[in-house]
């Protein structure tokens, strides 16, 4: 068989999406990152195919970059990083499927239709060796599980269309039903009061080291209160006066809850402050459960939330209960860093907020309109 190479190069981007797509933990962008550049000069992507009719037959491998490296980690009892890099692989064979498709219709001026991997009720694993025969393929190696070696490796049918067509998507029959990355059927929307059609409420996670997640909050509390919705903008951890409260305080339709109390940097070995804080805290998630019963809520925005739940100075079950059982309508918002595994789960969006560069690194203290 003659085989052609394949780009199969991750960018920022890319990492971000993976991570995303795979469930991982922003905390473990580091390491996938330093698994990545250590694994992607050894991998050898590339393909080889034959048509017959209107079918195309392919088979694509990453080399045995993977396998040599998965079982590195594996033996040292590395089993988090043996299956990063396993996630690794299926990442680069789908951006490997993408440069095949186009590969192909370079070729023929066909579009390749959704695939029928080797194993599947259309191509049951005794057909293996007729396929990989007529890839000219006459030896088959697998292994005790029936997966071919190297482990990253693919066979798969296609159909050729004249038109590009629908391709299955993985992320839509998902079970993760949390995932942000989820393809959910679209719902009929519902009819509020006013005559408005509105559709179900989200959940929005705003986290990272980066500026601009109490920013892009406050952005989205001035478009609802501008569309008519009844926004109430809470703040945690925070006791000073920042300078959006008085632009907010004067737009219609916005209500602050918040406490004045200025308690100051949290020292989590202090147990007296830590009660202090946990009383605040609490007194604010209970009057926004309050305005949230009494309907006056239809957008809740939860500024630096992640903190008090991470720190557990607030009642931890109650918030997941106004989360996990709020009114179908009600949008929430969530902002702060290192966002906990249980909040992120319930996020129908993440946005992750990463540092570049920051004045606070060369000295240049925070600056009021800027940063407060």
């Not at 509020?192 to 500026?211: A, C, D, P, Q």
């Not at 008090?308 to 929430?332: A, C, T």
């Not at 992750?352 to 600056?367: F, L, N, Q, S, V």
Request: hydrophobic share 35%; with cysteine; glycine share 8%.
């Amino acid at each position: 068989m003659t085989f052609e190479p394949l780009s199969v190069a991750l960018d920022e981007n890319g990492i971000k999406g993976f991570i995303k797509r795979y469930h991982f933990k922003t905390s473990e962008k580091k390491d996938i990152v330093m698994l990545y550049r250590q694994l992607h000069p050894r991998v050898h992507a590339s393909f080889h195919h034959v048509i017959e009719g209107d079918t195309v037959y392919v088979v694509v491998t990453l080399g045995d970059a993977f396998d040599s490296f998965q079982d590195s980690f594996l033996q040292k009892g590395e089993i988090q990083k043996a299956f990063i890099i396993d996630c690794l692989g299926t990442e680069m064979l789908s951006l490997a499927y993408e440069e095949v498709d186009k590969k192909i219709f370079e070729k023929t001026g066909l579009y390749v239709g959704s695939y029928v991997f080797a194993g599947s009720d259309k191509m049951p694993l005794e057909e293996l060796a007729v396929v990989m025969a007529k890839l000219g393929q006459k030896i088959v190696k697998c292994n005790e599980s029936f997966v071919l070696v190297p482990k990253k490796s693919v066979v798969f049918s296609a159909k050729l269309h004249e038109k590009r067509t629908e391709k299955h998507s993985d992320c839509a029959n998902c079970s993760a039903v949390s995932c942000p990355m989820r393809k959910e059927p679209q719902k009929k929307s519902s009819t509020s009061k006013s005559g408005s059609k509105r559709k179900k409420g989200l959940i929005h996670l705003y986290t990272g080291e980066g500026k601009g997640k109490t920013t892009a909050a406050i952005g989205l509390a001035v478009r609802a209160a501008g569309a008519g919705r009844k926004v109430i903008f809470s703040q945690f951890m925070k006791g000073r006066q920042t300078s959006e409260l008085s632009s907010l305080s004067l737009i219609p339709g916005i209500t602050i809850v918040r406490s004045d109390k200025e308690l100051g940097w949290l020292r989590r070995d202090d147990d007296e402050q830590c009660e202090a804080f946990r009383i605040v805290h609490n007194e604010i998630l209970d009057k926004i459960i309050e305005l949230i019963q009494a309907g006056e809520c239809d957008v809740l925005i939860m500024d630096e939330i992640t903190y008090p739940y991470n720190y557990g100075v607030i009642d931890k079950k109650k918030l997941e209960d106004l989360i996990d059982n709020k009114p179908s309508g009600l949008e929430i918002v969530m902002t702060g860093r290192n966002a906990d595994e249980l909040l992120a789960d319930r996020a129908d969006y993440i946005t992750y907020m990463e540092k570049i560069r920051h004045p606070y690194d060369r000295g240049i203290e925070a600056r009021e309109g800027i940063e407060f």
